[in-house]
């Protein structure tokens, strides 16, 4: 699959991670401090790797580096190959919202910009990567262990390899790693993901008809729990709410502040409302017309729906809790404000009819078209006489 956008088309989704034109990089980031660098110097750089992997390294040797320059960084052990993502003072910035920051983690250091001998032993090694994670997952079969090997990213220098798995459960990978080392003869290093990682590593298409947030621009993934959908009234419908990872969708997140902020002088949902009507319990809410929906029983042992305004159900509790019956009417409700006004619409769509090209020009048509073409030649003649 080519990202959309892509400039290269031989580029596909496992080649866009060191993609140098960084258009559909996912951890690509828009410097809009980059013309004023110079006047805010800072020696951090942010560096992009595979997987949603990014750090923070030290510009010792003072390179005049910009985003999308290939570097060769320090790593553990040997040296590893990545793509700067952020420079100046927005880089600072980051560094100082990260965890490296927070533990206070020793900043590694920017060896050189890679050279072409750099980029050769890279892009070997991530040649390998393919081939190394079938085989890793024939041999998890055969060590009979509960986890999926999703990926494989390899040191610059070839001399690492980060297995990225999901497991539900701990596993006991001692024995795997000894195997993996033989096998590959490389340094091993398990890195267990989540069910979202692993589906933004996927990609697909969801429900909405767009690309995976998580496969497009989602790096860091928030909690979301279930409150989400009951703050919004969502059905709790597990096979709606799930997403391609089978975990709640991110996008329940997306517009639950507007929610809590729209209901926060809404009254409880749990009282009752004791009404000439009978007593109502709440059903639903439209919050931001702010209109509360309840129902009462009738005789035909039906249920009649009465919306009423947050201020009106604030009023019938307070009139409860002082012994005394509401009074209900049936308010009305407005679905626009101001006078409707008349569309000036014009149906151009049956001026036209679908055969008018299959007609054929008449005879007067083609008169009156000679006609027009000779009077505005012999105008023509007389004008250059």
Not at 30 to 59: C, H, M, Q
Not at 141 to 150: A, P
Not at 193 to 203: P, S, V, Y
Not at 226 to 249: D, F, H, V
Request: charged content about 30%.
């Amino acid at each position: 699959m080519i990202y959309r956008g892509c400039t290269s088309l031989e580029t596909d989704t496992s080649d866009c991670y060191r993609c140098n034109t960084h258009i559909c990089a996912k951890l690509s980031t828009y410097n809009w401090a980059e013309d004023i660098e110079s006047l805010l110097p800072s020696n951090i750089v942010e560096v992009r790797f595979k997987n949603t992997r990014k750090g923070f390294y030290l510009n010792v040797n003072d390179l005049e580096l910009r985003s999308g320059d290939i570097v060769a960084v320090e790593a553990s052990p040997g040296h590893d190959i990545g793509i700067v993502s952020l420079t100046g003072n927005l880089a600072l910035r980051q560094y100082a919202h990260s965890k490296a920051k927070a533990t206070n983690e020793e900043l590694k250091k920017v060896y050189r910009k890679a050279r072409s001998v750099d980029i050769e032993k890279w892009q070997a090694a991530i040649a390998r990567e393919h081939d190394t994670m079938l085989r890793a997952r024939k041999i998890s079969e055969q060590l009979r262990l509960e986890m999926k090997i999703g990926d494989v990213e390899f040191q610059g220098d070839g001399t690492k390899a980060i297995f990225y798995y999901i497991a539900d459960e701990r596993v006991d990978f001692r024995e795997l790693i000894k195997v993996l080392a033989e096998e590959f003869r490389v340094r091993i290093e398990m890195r267990q993901i989540g069910a979202r990682q692993e589906a933004g590593r996927t990609g697909g298409i969801g429900t909405c008809g767009r690309e995976l947030c998580c496969s497009t621009w989602i790096s860091q993934f928030v909690s979301v729990s279930t409150a989400a959908a009951r703050y919004q009234e969502i059905s709790l419908n597990p096979q709606k709410l799930a997403g391609q990872c089978g975990k709640l969708k991110c996008c329940l997140n997306y517009e639950l502040d507007v929610y809590l902020d729209a209901q926060k002088d809404f009254p409880d949902t749990s009282i009752a409302l004791e009404t000439d009507k009978g007593t109502l319990r709440y059903q639903k809410s439209d919050f931001f017309r702010r209109i509360m929906w309840y129902a009462c029983p009738t005789e035909n042992g039906t249920l009649q729906f009465i919306p009423l305004s947050v201020e009106k159900v604030a009023q019938i509790i307070d009139l409860n809790k002082q012994g005394q019956t509401a009074k209900v009417e049936q308010e009305p409700i407005t679905y626009m404000t101001g006078v409707p006004q008349e569309l000036d619409y014009h149906d151009v769509i049956g001026d036209d009819s679908l055969t008018r090209f299959d007609q054929k020009k008449t005879q007067d048509h083609k008169a009156k078209n000679h006609h027009n073409y000779t009077h505005n030649h012999n105008k023509n003649r007389n004008n250059q006489k």
